[in-house]
């Protein structure tokens, strides 16, 4: 290889090592050399000894929340039930804002019987908060950029972590996340609520209960027209547009890719092996930018990135990111089997027979309804009555999520989301950068979890308990 070519690939393969994303827009059509590539992909190695990670029981778990606009303000209100039966107890809030975190105090005051401390004014407070020797758990709900410092600092000060996504925006930080959790052997989960929705959990239990034969294909996507919200204060300080402005990729994976991973056993007899990446050109965005008077004209992300995955035992993954269109909401939630498939959007199942036919038709209306019933998660029909009184919490699948972490937490069990879950799923916004960047170049994914992928074993959200 000579010279000029080892300098493009170092700048296109600098997004893996926190460089800024301007480096990959280069603009020559070379060759990439795959082996020096994969051997930077594939340089680091993880132990694996956080499958199956437990800490000692925790009878009430003592939370600090990081984060307290938005998202913050959903997540605390689904404390409630946890509170009340004593499961929980939220120490302390941070925000930058003064406003932000007094607001979130007196709703505590609603449903806790002591207010938490505050943290705010600048952006190093959260780490008082962090230090606290009366914290077990920190949840934070931040900007994507302060992910993995956060993350990283509450491990290091001995709390379990449980983030928003994406918990990490480069490659490097994916591993830094490995190493931190690995070393200390706390918790590092990422808040993923779809994969405790009751569709896909339904879903789930029909793939572990047989009904879909061999599942060898999935979809999903996050396909949610935010526009509106990216261009106003809806974003504090209007942060999340800024990664539109100078990123073109898929940096929001979790709501497709931790069901259809779920359905895969990726990470559990499974993982990604590969994947390649392209978007469409950028139309939308710009279009709402010259509408609402918006002081940047131009975006590095296209209005559609697809990007496609092949896993080890070779099933394939397509996965969608599109926040700029103005279309209906969709996370896709497309499975298909031997036996049966599932369509998204509205919910629709086919399930075929032993012999083959014509498969024009999705399951009435009452035959849809039989297999609901059926299958329907335990866990979901448990807490029918709380996921109700949680509505405001995307239909109850964030109320499930909290519960569940904090429930295991109480046990001293596994989480279901795990930290290896939760790299994987971070580190293919990265990745999905890369294979744009390079002409929708094959790219290979690293394997994070130090061969454990390779044990087969049931995903930890099908366990009967709690």
């Known amino acids: 290889m000579n010279r000029k070519s080892f300098l493009n690939l170092t700048a296109r ?55 307290m606009g938005n998202r913050g303000s959903v997540l605390i209100q689904m404390f409630d039930y946890l509170i009340k039966n004593n499961y929980a107890e939220i120490v302390a809030l941070s925000d930058l804002k003064q406003d932000k975190v007094e607001k979130n105090n007196e709703y505590l005051k609603t449903i806790q019987n002591t207010t938490a401390d505050l943290y705010y004014g600048n952006e190093t407070k959260w780490k008082k908060l962090v230090e606290r020797v009366d914290i077990d758990l920190i949840l934070i709900a931040t900007p994507w950029n302060y992910h993995t410092e956060m993350s990283i600092y509450g491990m290091e000060h001995g709390k379990h972590v449980a983030c928003e996504q994406p918990m990490a925006m480069t490659l490097e930080d994916c591993w830094k996340l490995i190493e931190v959790a690995e070393r200390t052997q706390k918790h590092c989960m990422y808040m993923e609520n779809c994969c405790f929705n009751g569709e896909e959990l339904w879903v789930l239990n029909m793939i572990d209960q047989g009904v879909f034969g061999d599942v060898n294909h999935a979809e999903g996507a996050y396909i949610h027209d935010l526009r509106k919200h990216m261009f106003s204060d809806y974003y504090e300080n209007r942060w999340r547009i800024k990664h539109h402005e100078t990123k073109n990729g898929n940096f929001y994976t979790g709501h497709g890719l931790g069901p259809t991973s779920f359905y895969m056993d990726i990470g559990r007899g499974d993982n990604y092996d590969y994947l390649t990446s392209m978007s469409s050109r950028e139309d939308s965005l710009s279009a709402g930018a010259r509408m609402e008077n918006f002081p940047a004209k131009q975006f590095a992300c296209g209005d559609m990135n697809t990007t496609l995955i092949k896993t080890k035992l070779g099933r394939t993954i397509m996965l969608q990111f599109d926040t700029h269109t103005g279309r209906p909401y969709s996370r896709l939630n497309n499975v298909f089997g031997t036996k049966a498939a599932h369509q998204g959007y509205p919910s629709r ?82 990745l999905s950068e890369l294979s744009v960047a390079n002409n929708s170049a094959r790219t290979m994914v690293p394997d994070f979890t130090g061969g454990t992928w390779e044990t087969p074993r049931k995903n930890e959200v099908l366990r009967d308990i709690l």
């Open 13 to 67: 393969a600098g997004l893996f090592f926190g460089l800024a994303p301007s480096m990959l827009a280069n603009k020559n059509s070379e060759t990439i050399d795959k082996e020096l590539l994969n051997h930077l992909l594939t340089q680091k190695k993880a132990q694996g000894n956080a499958v199956g990670l437990t800490a000692d029981p925790i009878s009430k778990v003592r939370v600090g929340m990081i984060g």
């Open 349 to 430: 199942l086919y399930v075929g027979h032993d012999e083959l036919q014509w498969g024009h038709s999705w399951l009435n209306d009452e035959e849809y309804k039989t297999y609901w019933e059926r299958y329907d998660h335990p866990l979901w029909n448990k807490l029918k009555t709380q996921i109700d009184a949680n509505a405001v919490g995307h239909g109850g699948m964030d109320f499930v999520m909290v519960y569940r972490l904090i429930r295991c937490l109480n046990e001293g069990l596994a989480l279901d989301i795990n930290l290896y879950d939760s790299v994987l799923w971070s580190a293919i916004t990265p």
